[in-house]
């Protein structure tokens, strides 16, 4: 999200002239581009600007903007305690940037301006795109779910979806640029309603885009989660069979404190649909351990989900209190040492799923997307699978961008290795 979002910040600035350095002392103005998701991700963002702050010192004409969700969540603070940011804008606001900046090399004030929309898409402005294989491209913003844990609704915003009409056009505009993969980005993009086209129907327009080698769109909820959905998938040659299914958490308790909408009987039902209906799928999942008031009992039915789903990966994570958020008033938070002893442990069952499903696919030829050299060296490339999994193999013939049948030899953690077929 915050990529999609960097991006559209930098092509709105370069249609006005403006350019990038790779150099941040050359700069005149710096910009972060920020997310609030997690306490985590703010300290990160506290401690660059700290680092903004001594370029100043050296050279004061230069600007700087805070932008994205801790500039929504966090614009009292930042006024009061970091006088050095000059512009804070919300992620909303993005399309006024070439305006402030012109205003702001004039008047020298302050500008902030977090208002929230309940209609910007960014409909007619393109994201300028590094080269590359997969291009990010946003099909709504905002959300309407209101988890209790979740600042999203608060920093973004009401859900909103953009027209079909603009995202094909923007997907062929990355097709023709030289992109071969498209993932389709929202917190919740299964909700995409615009007219009457769903988010089903809006995959299948987008699978027909000639060029398009790949889809993936990330991230769905599972209540929106349909059998329809799943048989487009399993039936098109081009979107990929890989679906990241955030289960939060095992217990029917913690999943009802937490607003997920979802028990734990749904969730299950329908990971065996996901792999009853999607041959070779790979899913990947979101959970945090030590909700309040999350017991022993509710966590290790967080464990016994994993088990039965197995899933192929997930992203892991510490509860963290944010603002406006309906948990931040629960009782019973959990201790910070008991959250670490929770989470340790749910790794550790993780990395044992994912050789599990990793090597289920030892001997299986499949195909994989030549992305990248491989770090471990250049005889080797790096490419993903169908179903989102990073394969090394011997380059041989292949060429960046071109699929081909790779046969899987090893798995090692969550890299797997592999030999092109008929070689
Ligand atoms: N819209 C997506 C998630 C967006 S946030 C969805 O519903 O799946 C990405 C992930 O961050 C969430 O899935 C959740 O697992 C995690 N997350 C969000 N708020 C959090 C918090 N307060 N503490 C810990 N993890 C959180
Ligand atoms: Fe946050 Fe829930 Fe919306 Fe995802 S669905 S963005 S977790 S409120």
Redesign the pocket.
């Known amino acids: 999200m915050n990529v999609a979002d960097s991006e559209l910040i930098d092509g709105i600035l370069q249609h006005e002239g403006y350019k990038q350095t790779q150099n941040i002392d050359e700069a005149n103005a710096i910009f972060i581009n920020t997310c609030s ?2 306490d985590h991700a703010e300290a990160k963002v506290h401690s660059r600007l700290g680092n903004f702050n001594r370029i100043k010192k050296n050279k004061p004409e230069v600007i700087i903007g805070m932008l994205g969700c801790m500039a929504q969540n966090l614009k009292e603070e930042i006024l009061e305690n970091k006088p050095y940011v000059d512009i804070v804008l919300g992620p909303d606001s993005y399309r006024k940037l070439p305006a402030i900046l012109k205003n702001r090399l004039k008047e020298q004030k302050h500008i902030v301006d977090t208002k929230l929309s309940r209609f910007e898409v960014y409909d007619g402005l393109f994201p300028s795109r590094k080269e590359g294989i997969n291009a990010w491209v946003s099909i709504m913003r905002g ?1 309407d ?1 209101f ?1 209790t ?4 609704p608060f920093t973004r915003g009401r859900e909103r979806s953009r027209s079909p009409k603009s995202i094909i056009q923007e997907v062929e505009q990355a097709v023709n640029n030289g992109f071969v993969e498209v993932t389709l980005l929202g ?2 993009v299964n909700s995409y309603k615009y007219d009457n086209i769903d988010f089903t129907d809006l995959l299948k327009k987008v699978s027909a885009i000639p060029g398009l080698l790949r889809l993936r769109y990330t ?1 769905p ?1 599972p209540n929106d989660v349909n059998e329809k959905l799943l048989e487009v998938m399993a039936e098109s040659e081009n979107i990929c069979n890989s679906i990241h299914f ?1 289960l ?1 958490a095992g217990s029917d308790r913690t999943l009802k404190r937490m607003n997920r909408r979802y028990t734990k009987k749904h969730f299950l039902k329908y990971a065996k649909k996901i792999h009853d209906i999607i041959p070779g799928v790979g899913i990947s999942t ?3 351990v030590g909700f309040p008031g999350e017991t022993e009992k509710d966590f290790q039915e967080t464990l016994e989900v994993m088990d039965i789903v197995k899933f192929d990966s997930a ?1 892991t ?6 603002p406006y ?1 309906k ?1 931040i008033e629960y009782d019973n938070h959990i201790d910070e040492d008991v959250k670490k002893d929770r989470l340790d442990r749910l790794i550790k069952l993780q990395k044992k799923h994912s050789l599990f499903r990793n090597r289920a696919m030892i001997n299986q030829v499949v195909d994989v997307l030549v992305e990248k050299v491989s770090k471990k060296s250049d005889e080797y490339w790096s490419g993903r699978t169908d179903s989102n999994k990073w394969v090394v193999f011997q380059k041989s013939t292949a060429n960046i961008k071109d699929i081909i049948p790779v046969r899987i030899t090893a798995a090692h953690g969550v890299t797997l290795k592999g030999q092109i077929e008929g070689k």
């Open positions: 998701v997690r959300c779910k988890c844990f979740c600042i999203v917190q919740n991230s909820h955030p939060q979101d959970i945090i992203y994570f510490k509860y963290s209190s944010r958020t948990a």
